[in-house]
């Protein structure tokens, strides 16, 4: 049987690899398996138990059978006795050392071996005979003086006679030879495995690492001994960890022979591809080991993907080349349908979700032609900003994005609305302007960049977008051509025609057809042109067309037409003529329904004469001018205002200028005069009014209108009537409202003279008087009865003045426009109540109900608190005080319309009806009503219309209510006053208010 090297040395030759060679030759040391000892030892047992047996059946069988086992035995076989002689051996024993079997027993198993090895021959059969099993490597010296090595197996067996060691020597020497070759061989391969590219790896059943080679160094920069007993997965790509964990464990498993490709992270933190190669196979301890080597294969991997991609991208422009093919086939279709087409072919190209075609115009992002969902559809609008599209406007160029979330656009507002992270677009350009951008994307991440192919593709369906987007322009431009040559004719009534003369081909235009009134398929030529024609007309018109002809001439008559309806029509027929090099030619020519024209004419005439008439019967004078400043009409009025003695019709045709120049002498200011007329005719402006003063007193004025017919400057009519008596009489109206003007300002100015009297005077008395009531107040506290009753008695009638004279002020201050009032959002109620807060009291006193009514808790209107508590304050005050006892005063506040209505009545006795047209005036009572209690001083009323009258509001007495006064008073809502104005005024309170600024001013 041969070592476990031999073994090995074979594995190694079949194995693939230098590197599994010179790992199986470094990692497997050889350990000699001494089979034939284990045989012998076993054969000894057999002997020792045979022999038991054979004593125990009394030697019943023969010998021969051991005799013959031990013959059979490969190798040297023997047995040495207690004394160390030798007491049997077997075939293999004499045919290795050469003696002969009658001189080999009983002699010392020593003299069989070396000199050199008689002591450890003696020791250890001594040694044996205590019992056990050693082996030792002795040199056996063979009856011809051969030394040969040889493998000594002894084991102690227990005899008939005693203990004997029965002994197996194995010839070693080829073994040697073999274990020094290979010891040699082993050298060799770990010189190599530590010096070549490849990386050798050894990996136990569990896959750590038994053995790295050095090589790991340059493969991915990591230290062997930093590998030694890891795992082979720590630093493979996470995505391929499972496929080499499961090829592994496949070799593992008993495959011969394993093959993967995978990535790994090198020290430096990028990834490499290499290549691994496994085999099973027995470590130095005979456990299953796996042997595997890996090399570098980045750069075949990278061929390999740049030949798949080149192999992919020759597929993509195969297909590409022919889908286009495909498009251009369908050139002849409609425009959107090409579009469509377009749009299809990219988004399948491309893998793509969406595919649109923009139109740009005024910042305005609009669709159209799509593909995709409605978010997408066609004439869709929206700001350009908020697109993708408007970074390719900017760029002017393609625009790719594998990836917007990892882009500059992740916190653009497209990607906000629109979510979308794969998008690749162009712009459009049609006649060198910017028409619009197609476009591509979808929401998934693109796996892999755009390439030059991709971009180019893009391109290229881009031009073809652009010719198809041109090509529909121009298909709209000539069917908006045709539209607008069509609704020429209707407009002019113009029908186009065409007659050649080689082929007597006669073409026309359809609107031919609606002047003729035939039918749209009637055919015309011109030898039915006496149908249509009169003779006389018909020869008229053939004989311009044949000068046409011969001569080359162009002509343009007007002759009179039957059409097919028989109706009479008058045509302008003209043409020009146009000649070939061998004398054919054509005619080309319009015909044009005039007839409407020519009544109008015949009209215009009629009305030149009616107009000539009606000039003549005029009072004004009037002068018209041609553009050349001709006299085309004038009457007998402008000769006579200008004293000409000429009859009018004898100034036809004359120049105009001329009879300027006449007229000077009868002109006050003859060059202002001629001047501002000129000036007049340059700016050809109509202008009424103009005034012209004669020299023998008269006035004249003058009205200019310039005269435009069909657009064009035609000339100039004069018109001149006297205006004298008007003059004079316009003079007098003036020197009377002069005279009314100046009655007017008197009456300001005593008006201002008497509030300046009453605001002085109500100071002067004002302070004095308040001194004489603090005296009064005093003298009341402290003279005895009963004088201090009439202390009191002259401290009520200083505050009845003080009250008076405060009225008086107020009143002049409104007056003088110098109370200024703060006008703002109030609520009505809230003021009403604060008044009632006031009042209560004093009502409950007199028994008399006060009650408050409103639409709303909230009620708000523009005025003035103040003044509006004032307001409050003087008819509430009014309505308790002129109410008797039982009675009730209310106040009721509401929405009306566009103000808030505020109503104040009682059940007193009223307000006398010839009371009523001065009840708003100052110092106003009624006498009857007035008893020994009223302290009032007529100034209330007058002082309340002037405050409500400031807040922009308005007051008045219903005189239908009865019995008692109820006044009225309206307020603005806040949405109201903010359309008031002073120009909303009438023109007496425009008057008034001026009149109260000018007594402001004064003071």
């Not at 190798?75 to 030798?86: A, E, K, M, N, T």
Request: proline residues 4%; aromatic residues 6%; glycine residues 6%.
């Amino acid at each position: 049987m041969s070592s476990l090297p031999s073994v090995l040395s074979s594995r190694l030759i079949a194995f693939r690899g230098v590197g599994l060679i010179l790992l199986l030759a470094i990692a497997s040391p050889w350990v000699p398996l001494p089979w034939l000892a284990a045989i012998g030892v076993l054969m000894a047992f057999a002997i020792e138990w045979m022999l038991k047996r054979r004593e125990s059946t009394n030697r019943s069988r023969p010998e021969g059978i051991i005799e013959s086992a031990v013959d059979h035995l490969p190798g040297v076989f023997f047995i040495v006795g207690p004394d160390l002689l030798i007491q049997r051996w077997n075939d293999g024993f004499r045919s290795v050392s050469g003696y002969d079997p009658a001189s080999v027993v009983g002699r010392p198993v020593s003299s069989f071996f070396d000199a050199s090895d008689e002591e450890l021959i003696h020791d250890t059969f001594s040694s044996l005979l205590s019992g056990g099993t050693q082996r030792f490597e002795a040199t056996m010296t063979t009856h011809g003086g051969r030394r040969i090595p040889v493998r000594v197996t002894g084991t102690r067996v227990s005899g008939a006679d005693g203990p004997v060691i029965v002994a197996t020597a194995i010839n070693v020497l080829e073994q040697k030879r073999t274990e020094t070759a290979l010891e040699r061989q082993q050298n060799q391969y770990r010189l190599l495995a530590e010096n070549i590219s490849d990386v050798v790896t050894l990996h136990d059943e569990a896959g750590r690492r038994l053995y790295v080679s050095p090589s790991i160094r340059d493969l991915v920069g990591r230290d062997p001994d930093r590998l030694f007993g890891s795992l082979p997965f720590e630093y493979v790509h996470p995505a391929d960890v499972a496929r080499v964990r499961d090829t592994f464990a496949f070799a593992v498993d008993g495959a011969n022979e394993v093959r993967t490709e995978y990535r790994i992270r090198h020290e430096d933190g990028h990834y490499i591809w290499v290549e691994s190669i496994g085999r099973t196979t027995d470590n130095s301890q005979g456990e299953a080991a796996l042997l595997v080597v890996t090399r570098d294969v980045t750069i075949r991997k990278r061929r390999e993907n740049d030949l798949v991609e080149s192999r992919e991208r020759l597929s993509l422009q195969k297909r590409r080349l022919r889908l286009l093919y495909d498009v251009i086939s369908q050139q002849d279709r409609p425009t959107d349908e090409q579009l469509q087409r377009v749009l299809d072919l990219g988004t399948d190209l491309l893998g793509a979700e969406v595919g649109i075609v923009s139109r740009i115009h005024d910042d305005t992002f609009v669709i159209e032609a799509s593909t995709g969902d409605d978010a997408y559809a066609v004439g869709n609008e929206y700001d350009l900003e908020d697109t993708y599209s408007a970074f390719t406007v900017r760029e002017d160029d393609v625009v790719a994005i594998g990836d917007t979330s990892q882009s500059e656009l992740a916190d653009a507002a497209c990607y906000e609305r629109f979510g979308l992270n794969q998008f690749l677009g162009a712009p459009i350009h049609v006649d060198g302007s910017l028409y619009g951008t197609l476009s591509f994307a979808s929401r998934r991440s693109r796996s892999r960049p755009f390439t030059t192919d991709d971009r180019d593709f893009l391109q290229a369906l881009v031009q073809w977008v652009r010719a198809a987007l041109k090509s529909r322009m121009q298909e709209r431009a000539l069917a908006d051509s045709q539209r607008l040559l069509e609704k020429t004719e209707e407009v002019a009534n113009v029908g186009g025609w065409m007659y050649e003369d080689q082929t007597e081909n006669f073409t026309h235009t359809q609107h031919l057809a609606t002047i003729f009134e035939v039918d749209d398929q009637y055919r015309f030529h011109p030898r039915d042109g006496s149908d249509f024609f009169g003779d006389e007309a018909w020869t008229r018109l053939l004989r311009h067309m044949h000068q046409a002809y011969r001569g080359g001439r162009p002509f343009d008559i007007a002759v009179p037409a039957i059409t097919g309806e028989g109706n009479r029509r008058w045509l302008r027929i003209s043409c020009e003529v146009e000649r070939g090099s061998n004398r054919s030619g054509r005619i080309w020519g319009t015909v044009q329904d005039i007839t409407d024209r020519r009544e109008v004419e015949d009209e215009l005439r009629v009305t030149a004469q009616r107009l000539a008439a009606l000039l003549t019967s005029l009072h004004e004078g009037v002068l018209v001018e041609d553009q050349n400043r001709l006299v085309r009409l004038v009457n007998r009025p402008f000769c006579d205002l200008f004293n000409i003695n000429v009859d009018p019709t004898d100034l036809i045709g004359s120049d105009a200028r001329d009879l300027a120049l006449e007229s000077v002498q009868v002109l006050k200011h003859p060059d202002a005069t001629l001047n501002r007329l000129s000036e007049l005719m340059d700016a050809r402006t109509t202008t009424v009014g103009e005034r012209v003063e004669l020299d023998d007193g008269r006035v004249l004025e003058c009205d200019y209108v310039p005269i435009h017919i069909d657009g064009s400057r035609f000339g100039h009519l004069w018109k001149y009537r006297d205006v004298t008596m008007r003059e004079e009489r316009e003079a007098k109206l003036r020197r009377a409202k002069e005279a009314a003007d100046e009655a007017r300002d008197e009456a300001r100015r005593a008006e201002r003279l008497k509030s300046i009297f009453l605001a002085n005077m109500s100071h002067e008395i004002r302070t004095p008087l308040t001194s004489i009531i603090g005296f009064a107040e005093v003298l009341e506290e402290e003279v005895p009865e009963p004088y201090d009753h009439l202390a009191g008695l002259v401290g009520t009638s200083g505050r009845r003045l003080l009250n008076t004279i405060s009225s008086v002020l107020d009143l002049s201050k409104l007056e003088a426009d110098r109370w200024k009032l703060d006008v703002d959002t109030v609520d009505v109620i809230g003021e009403i109540q604060e008044a009632m807060e006031v009042y209560t009291p004093r009502a409950d006193d007199s028994d008399i109900e006060l009650k408050v009514e409103a639409d709303d808790d909230k009620l708000f209107a523009r005025a003035d608190c103040a003044a509006l508590q004032r307001v409050l304050d003087n008819l509430v005050g009014n309505a308790l005080k002129f109410t008797p006892e039982g009675g009730c005063v209310t106040l009721r506040a509401s929405h009306a319309d566009d103000h808030v209505e505020l109503v104040i009545e009682d059940t007193g006795p009223g307000i006398g009806e010839e009371m009523r047209s001065h009840l708003f005036e100052p110092f106003v009572q009624d006498p009857d009503e007035r008893s020994e209690t009223d302290t009032g001083s007529g100034l209330g009323l007058a002082i309340t219309r002037r405050l409500v009258t400031a807040m922009r509001g308005a007051i008045e007495l219903d005189a239908d209510y009865d019995p008692g006064a109820r006044f009225v008073i309206h307020l603005p809502t806040p949405a109201t006053s903010s359309n008031s104005s002073p120009g909303n005024d009438s023109e007496e309170e425009q008057l008034e208010n001026e009149h109260e600024r000018e007594k402001a001013l004064h003071d």
